[in-house]
């Protein structure tokens, strides 16, 4: 039986996984990216985990793998253009890999693989026009349709977590101001908890974490408080949701999804987040989006990187490409 091989190499881990070609993970493993080893050594030590993987399923032959890297990547070509987490620049990776495991390698950025995996096994099967979203560090959004990956002009398209939106005072790390990531993102969560502490808001989180302690603060413990009935966590959340809420509907209506899936680390908040970004999104969206529009938290969450690239590789080689 073939199996297909999916990675996802994030600036701490990577995480690498044998697909069926059903899209059901068999194995999976985790490494240290220690990326700071340099290019050859990060791919080394993939390229061992993968074959690990792969020697524990004999019944199986690998005839594809693909990759999933934080950056700009050149899918094309098979080469990681900018990936700023790694310290890359211009890295053949798909070559370098394919070499070492013997298959074709097909590689591509790490949103687009995750929400390819949730669009074709994931919260997204069976839907045609899938538009995805990861609320990580930041925020980004890939789309694909009838099974194809929506890539625009330069491949840039999907960065939704950088435009500037009223009403959000905080400078983002591109350089610009007010940038929806800045809010709607698991760092824009815990900021805006430490701005609340910081202006003396009667808050639990204030007694959780005391002074210089506040910067351990993350997404999951607002979510923690808002299940204690802290009246600062709702309304952070609430103020998320809606802000998420206004930077998706323009989207929603120029692509006319009818699937969202919500994916990314911040995401764990579940209806917390989701409910008032519901009810902002029904408020301003037209209903004629709003009625076929489903909207769901990802299937895979943490695995949906190995799987996206694993089926990824299998349509590319597939396909002959
Ligand atoms: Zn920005």
Redesign the pocket.
Same mark, same amino acid.
């Given at each position: 039986m073939h199996c297909y091989l999916g990675a996802d190499i994030g600036g701490t881990n990577i995480v690498c996984g044998v697909v069926d070609g059903e899209g059901n993970l068999l194995a999976a493993d985790k490494l240290p990216t220690e990326a700071a080893g340099g290019f050859a050594s990060v791919v080394g030590r993939l390229a061992e985990a993968a074959k690990r993987l792969l020697a524990a399923l004999p019944q199986y032959t690998c005839v594809a793998a693909g990759v999933g890297v934080p950056g700009f990547v050149d899918h094309e070509r098979g080469i990681v253009v900018k990936a700023v987490n790694l310290g890359w620049d211009d890295m053949p990776l798909a070559d370098e890999l394919g070499r070492q495991l013997g298959v074709p390698v097909r590689i591509n950025n790490d949103v687009r693989m995750y929400i390819y995996g949730e669009a074709t096994a994931g919260a997204g099967r069976g839907r045609r026009f899938v538009l995805g979203v990861t609320l990580g560090t930041g925020i980004a959004a890939a789309t694909v349709n009838e099974g194809r990956l929506h890539y625009g002009s330069g491949s840039r398209a999907g960065e939704l *977590?950088?435009f500037g939106m009223p009403g959000i005072p905080y400078r %983002?790390? %591109? *350089?610009?101001t007010g %940038?929806l990531?800045?809010v709607a993102s698991a760092t824009g969560i815990a900021r805006q908890a430490r701005d609340a502490i910081a202006a003396g808001e009667r808050t639990v989180l204030a007694d959780w974490f005391p002074g210089e302690r506040a910067a351990e603060l993350t997404a999951a413990d607002v979510s923690r408080a808002f299940d204690a009935g802290d009246e600062t966590a709702r309304r952070i959340l609430r103020h998320t949701g809606t802000m998420l809420a206004q930077g998706l509907a323009p989207a929603i209506s120029l692509i006319s999804p009818d699937m969202l899936v919500l994916g990314g680390g911040a995401s764990k908040a579940g209806e917390r987040l989701f409910a008032p970004m519901r009810e902002e999104l029904t408020r301003i969206v037209h209903p004629m989006f709003m009625s076929g529009l489903k909207i769901e938290v990802a299937k895979h969450l943490d695995d949906a990187g190995i799987i996206g690239s694993a089926l990824y590789a299998r349509e590319q080689t597939a396909a002959g490409g």
């Open positions: *977590g950088h %983002c790390v %591109c *350089g610009l %940038c990531e800045t």
